[in-house]
């Protein structure tokens, strides 16, 4: 409890306001007394109340016509109403003209007390979530970016300067830290909004296709090519396509997405003349371009046109402020779409997360929520319901030394990236692609490390 927290205790007799003013001093609250209900309506005109206690029989105005005064001059203020006639149709007039909570005379001081703690947590909660609602009503320009930290404020100044331009820009950034999303809302804030925004993985097609799904084809270009398609620059004429994981290109395609930059005209596989298209590019990469441009994997001249502008995005780890405000932002999101009644998260779970590493970023942030939402059976997400790797995160193990005998560093580097493998597979459930995301490399690049280490069964998953 916070000793900032605010009592009004309205009742009659003397002898109960000057207990609960002593119970509840002694529990560090502020306590405030009235003897009647228009003497309480004066005091709360001219202060703020967290919580306010009163009998409902007193003279004049009883304790159900002070709460319906309440809730027109101080909605925000829980009641709490006591008295020593209780009835069923009184509690449940009580309850529904808005009563948090309803006490029977004599009562056990540990009853008062929780009642009042819990109509506290209540308040602070909802107190909470109109402040994020606002945060992420301030944001809204952007759509699903979710953040108000300053690397996130960095984010949509960027967004919003590069929004109105024609210019290539790069987004870099950790697998998960929402490279996509931030590509939607350039293309949602810019004159081509009304066009087709259009997404690809240049890393999750096979390369024998990557051409002609960029590309299209004509009829007969290639085997099972029974009928002409339009490739996805032509999908996106005048409007954004978004090439995810670019720096998975093989080198005859960078060199073709070179000409389409500097030409504005792109070739259906199997075709002999070319189309113009007005396509506005927006790239993605986890990797560190410049040193795959330095080991000879990317071209130069093709990294300079894809990174006019270049927009980084923090790691989640990075950003840790935010963490209360995603999980708010998925927690509604999860709430909704799963029919469940959760309207927050428990400060032991909060903390949980706050202190985890989330090597996945926010999609691993919003995989965990999803869960706890699935799983909660209260009406907010409790520690038990979040995944054992949140709740007892596995330990790093130390860099080992060099002894007089030396090491043997191939070997502890692959047992090292072995035990990253599997455990990426472990999390994913066995799903490739979702595992290959969460270590932040390729498909094609997962598979290679499985068959380097002999972990390959072959599976396409």
């Known amino acids: 409890m916070t000793a900032k927290a605010r009592i009004l205790v309205v009742d009659d007799e003397q002898s109960m306001r000057e207990f609960l003013e002593i119970l509840f001093r002694r529990e560090n609250f502020e306590v405030q007394t009235a003897a009647d209900a228009d ?23 009883s304790g159900l016509d002070l709460m319906r005064a309440i809730r027109d001059i101080a909605p925000e203020s829980a009641v709490i109403l006591i008295t020593a006639y209780a009835t069923a149709e009184t509690a449940i007039a009580a309850m529904r003209e808005g009563a948090y909570d309803y006490v029977t005379k004599p009562f056990k001081v540990d009853e008062i007390r929780v009642v009042v703690e819990k109509a506290l947590e209540k308040k602070l909660l909802t107190k909470e979530n109109r402040r994020l609602r606002t945060e992420l009503r301030s944001q809204a320009r952007h759509r699903a970016l979710v953040g108000n930290s300053s690397a996130m404020q960095r984010v949509y100044h960027l967004v919003d300067q590069v929004a109105e331009t024609r210019t290539n820009v790069l987004v870099c950034g950790e697998s998960g830290t929402g490279k996509e999303l931030v590509a939607r809302a350039i293309h949602e804030r810019s004159e081509r909004r009304d066009k087709s925004f259009v997404a690809v993985n240049c890393g999750a097609i096979p390369e024998n296709l990557l051409e002609s799904e ?20 032509e999908i996106a004429d005048g409007g954004t396509l978004f090439l995810d994981e670019v720096g998975e290109l093989p080198p005859p395609l960078q060199v073709k997405l070179l000409r389409v930059i500097q030409e504005k005209t792109i070739r259906r596989v199997g075709n002999t003349s070319d189309q113009r298209v007005d396509t506005r590019l927006v790239s993605a990469t986890n990797r560190k371009l410049e040193d795959e441009v330095h080991a000879g994997r990317f071209r130069e001249d093709l990294y300079y046109r894809l990174n006019v502008i270049q927009i980084p995005l923090p790691a989640l780890r990075d950003r ?88 043997d560093l191939e070997s502890l580097v692959n047992d090292y990236e072995r035990g990253l493998l599997l455990e990426a597979l472990d999390r994913s459930g066995g799903v490739k692609k979702r595992a290959a995301s969460l270590l932040g490399i390729s498909f094609r690049s997962f598979r290679y490390r499985l068959e380097k280490l002999g972990l390959d069964d072959s599976s396409e998953t």
């Open 214 to 233: 960029l590309f299209g084809h004509v009829k007969g270009a290639f085997t099972g090519a029974v009928q002409s398609k339009a490739g996805l620059f």
């Open 39 to 61: 003497t309480a309506l004066l005091a709360l005109e001219s202060d703020d109340f967290d919580v306010v206690i009163s009998d409902i029989q007193m003279p004049g105005r």
């Open 320 to 407: 840790r402020e935010d963490i209360p405000l995603l999980v708010h932002h998925f927690t509604e999101k999860y709430a909704k779409e799963l029919g469940k009644d959760i309207r927050g998260i428990s400060e032991e779970a909060l903390d949980r997360l706050m202190t985890y590493a989330f090597q996945g970023n926010v999609r691993e942030l919003e995989n965990v929520v999803e869960r706890s939402v699935a799983l909660s059976q209260a009406d907010r997400i409790e520690a038990d319901t979040l995944p054992p790797n949140v709740l007892r995160p596995v330990e790093s193990p130390g860099i080992p030394r060099i002894s007089e005998q030396g090491v």
